[in-house]
């Protein structure tokens, strides 16, 4: 019920949203009423020009008292005005883009942090691409709507007004002349704006169609080819990029009537004018002058109508969008930190509890704890992941998870870095629950491999230290201060990614690509457990941190876990027994319940599920144990025990 | 001419009756906009002069209104001309694009982000069609209306008056231009830096777990704050350019009518030229802008047509890299006998090879299961022997014949193939089904469904049969969709079947029903002579899948590490046994009540 809708319509003008619109532009409302009193000042110049003409030819050309220099000056006055209304409107357009792009940064950075306060339960719901959207495209739509509906919608207001009240002072009866195609050019403009719009819709859901074709063609190309299917796809691609022809010239169509019809009202309106001004000037009731100011303000007057109606458009989109980003602003972060909700004011001291400087930490328990994935809002029962688990893991113990897929094994790992909360019972890391740590100083402690070795973009080196280069001036053994690469180099070493390191074409700076084509998902797999080793853990979770890779990388991460057993609480989630055979405690999850817990030899004597996994498998660990697998040499990746 | 220009220029030809027509109503248009400035100033004279009629007055008035119809009219015109023909070349085009890039293989996909391919076939083309519509308006209009207003200023005016005036506006064009093609390099850095924005957000989304889990939301928001500051100040940078538009114009057009109103109001004063005619003047003046801004506009469309063009044209101009061969042959009656030597692949010269030194001979009619871990070479071996890719000369034979030597939809009609991803199309269960061949009938695609153990979940879809897939239809599971992906290769009747791991969103029962079905299409696990049997490959992470097989191979790294059958691998007691055993226990656990 969180999620958040792709297809929220909406309407020109919702109060409720344009009101918290608005709120972000108050911090610069001095601002925006600076420039919208700045657009006045250039429209009144910018009105000011035919009237300059005006007073030329009736006061310098039609009369004989005519000067040169009154001439040189209104001309002078003319490129004066113009220049004005040049300059003002340059740094008023500057001043209201910068703005809004100020109040828009605003926007977008708040979605972004809100992003990252929300728990993991979120980003189950909602694909990452409608989460881009929300960042990049919909705060777009806001900007246009700040910058082009808000601004422009007062420019052409004052043209508009500006234009008429000079008419009607000029000479009204003619200024009532001029008018009367206004009521036509507004209801061709918006019969026109109409059937665009409805017409726009078929050419859209046509495009989108054309589209989805072509796209869909391309990524299923190899099953096109395969099935010789060419020529057919071709003559349905044919069907489908003609039917897009048809709307847009549908489109064309209107719109080529429409434009020449406006000119036209236009011209009719300038027509009119000359017929009665005409008639009334060989009275000498109006002056020439103002019969040719008449035809320059006619113009100004019926452009801006005409653009008016553009801006609903606009508008339509800015509310859609500006309801799905407050959508997603509304969404409460679960997960939260404890002094968000309790201590708000009134804790400026840290946390109480933090265990002795002397004890090495990394002690995890669980509770009575009952998970399940389903938000607590769902009236049926929650479908429970976890049943009633209970469990205790002392500092520097290595306890493996086994069991069948859904099994519960991954939920306890996302659990103790409390990515979800639990529905009942505790976890506790360190003897607190981890509802009462602060998210950031829990997760400090833990060093994650998850099963898809996900790095960002950036460095080898960036993706081991993280963004904690900085603070990251460690001592090495003789005391020695080190480099950021230096100590990147040492965790990649420690993971056992020696021979990877050597092969790297640019060292530690090498660029790890986007979905990384240049190193394998066992390289990958590396450099993500030499992350989860910088991050110095109290407690080291492996979540299927093997599954996904090649044999040796395996191999070479069994070595590097043996390596630093007893030094830090480790928990494990694999497949493979044989890699869990030595883990202090092994415990076997069954349809999100602890079914058998104890040592390798413990649970075999049991005679209970893991004996029975355990002879399956036995055969073929046994006889592996002497020779490699597949045959292939891979000692030369594996360190000597004592070579460090 | 440079190239793109001339393949430009290949777009229009064969239009060139249409534009041609369209160009002659322009002309026509032009021509009649004269007339109202020109009358405006008739009647301002003949007011001053008192002269005028009121009958002559409704004659001026009702030519005006006669030119302004026949104007509209013209408008109407040259935009059916002009602006539709341009979605004419915007239609051919894209149906070229889309024919062509149809014909080019896997590698060419490889290479290629399907978002970069729809961007040429959007983006791209229409800024061609805009090229081929406004852009051809942008520079006959000019041509005419300069010669045409030119011409009779020079002719009601004289030069005197016509020239100091015309001064500021080349420089408008030049001015105009110069920013236009600023405000352009520029916008592309701001597309860039919106990417960046993007990529941050989507990078921050999809590695959440990462992000969390080591504590660097403080610098994942730091490193958004830099984008998103960045992205304003590059937007900032390009609207000091754009935000000069309107205030250029304004200045230069402004002095433009400031130095005919001195120059012309001197001669108007000295008696040399009429008020009306000097009205006529700055109507004229005012008709002159436009030109000049699209020179400069229809310019920049051309280079970025260009430059659009020859990005479509490096992609018109890929030749089809698994194409068949000269003199390649048929295959009339395959029989299905498949032999690889020493096939060693990689998918550029550059890359390390995925697979070496695969040898491998394979009857007619026999099965073969190929495992192995994830990435060591198991589908590209299948795709190389449907030449999605084509493998090196010599190393890859169907009945004795190297692949490439034989016609591609020979070689592919006679495999029936089904891919790991098991794609299907937005249309109905059946024409899914039926896609090869469409009109093979209902009951070859309920038998090829029976087959699949898919009928009666098909049956019981919304539509049947009819049901549409896909987006816009019902979302199958993904066992589902590989079922329906089998059908569509069965009901092929094929020689030589190949499962690229296809079967593995499927229940155990259902792949029970469905092997047993396989066996009795394919025949193997039955005493069959060859000519009965069909070849059949077996891709599969699930060894239930290949334990019937006749032979069995073992991928790592690329290379074949162990052969034989099912009981010879088993004795081996190496990697086989070891993930034969493994997934006894784990179908043992999952048995466990």
Redesign the interface.
Known sequence: MHDLEEDALGTFYDPALVRRLLAYARPQALTIVAAVGLLGIVTAL?LA?PYL?KV??DR???SHH?T?AG??A???A??A???A???I??GN??LI??TA??I??RI??QI??H???LG?AF?DRNP??R??TR??NDT?ALNEMYTSVLVNLFRDVFIISGTVAIMLRLDWHLALVGFTMMPLVALTTVTAQRLLRSIWRVVRVRLAR???T?????????????????E???GE??AI??E??QA??SQ??I???S???L??LG??A??AT??FG??Q??GHAVE?GT??AF?SYLRQLYNPISELAEKFNTMQAAMASSERIFMLLDTQPQVRDPDMEVHAAAAPEPPVDIPPASSPGGRVELRDVWFAYDTPEDPAEPRWVLKNVSLTVEPGQTVAFV??TGAGKSSIMSLV?R?YDVQRGQVLVDGKDVRDWR??DL??K?G?V?QEP?L??GSVAENIL??RATEATETGLAGQSLTADQNAARFLIEAGGDHLLAGLPAGLATEVAERGSSL??GERQLVAFA?ALA?RPTILILDEATA?V??HTEEILQKALERRSGEVTTLIVA???ATVQQADRIVVL?KGQIREVGTHAELLALDG?YR??WL??A???D??AGKS????AQGQYVREDGAA | MTDPIKALWGLLRPYRRRYLLGGVILLGCDLGQLVAPWLVGVIIDGLRSGRLSIHRLGIDVLTLLGFAVMVAAGRYGWRHYVFGTARMVERDLRQRLYSHLQSLSASFYSHHKIGDLMAHATNDVLTVRGMCGEGVLEFLDPLFYVASTVGVMLFTVGWRLTLPSLLPLPFLTLIISAIGRQVYSRYKVVQGSFSDLSDRTQEAASGIRVVKGFVQEDAIRQQFVGVADSYRRRFMGMERFVAGFDPIIGLLAGSSSAIALLLGGRMVQSGSLTLGQLVSFFGYLNMLVWPMLAIGSAYNLLQRASASMSRLQDLLRTPPDVADAPGAIDLPDPVGAITIRNLTFAYSPDRRPVLSGIDLDLAAGQVLGVVGRTGSGKSTLVSLLERIYDPPPDTLFVDGVDVLEIKLAELRSAIGFVPQDSFLFSRSVESNVDFAQPGRGRDAVLHALDLAAMSDEAASLPDGLQTVLGERGVTLSGGQRQRVSLARALVRDPRILVLDDCLSAVDAATEARILASLRSFSGFGERRSGGERRTTILVAHRLSIVRDADHIIVLDGGRIVERGTHRQLLAQAGEYARMWYQQQAEAALAAEA
């Open positions: 910018q020009q003409l030329a030819i310098d050309l039609v005519g040169l001439l040189a209104l001309a002078i003319y490129v005005v113009g220049a209304a040049s300059a409107l340059y357009t500057l883009q910068g792009q100020r828009i940064q977008r950075q972004f942090d992003l990252m306060s993991l980003f990452v691409g989460l881009v960042v990049t777009d054309l589209n989805a072509l796209a869909e063609n391309f990524s299923g190309m190899r099953v096109i080819q395969i099935f010789n299917r060419q057919h796809q071709l691609f044919e990029n003609d897009y022809f847009s010239w064309l169509r719109s080529a009537i434009r020449p019809l000119d036209f011209q009719v300038l027509m000359l017929w005409g008639r000037a060989m020439l019969l040719y035809t069991g069948h870095a990515f998210q950031a997760r400090s833990l994650l998850l996900f960002f973009t993280l963004w394998s998902t992350r991050a996904s090649d044999s497949h493979r027994l069954h599920l029975k996994l399956l498998q055969d073929t660990e006889s592996r697998p597949a045959g292939l």
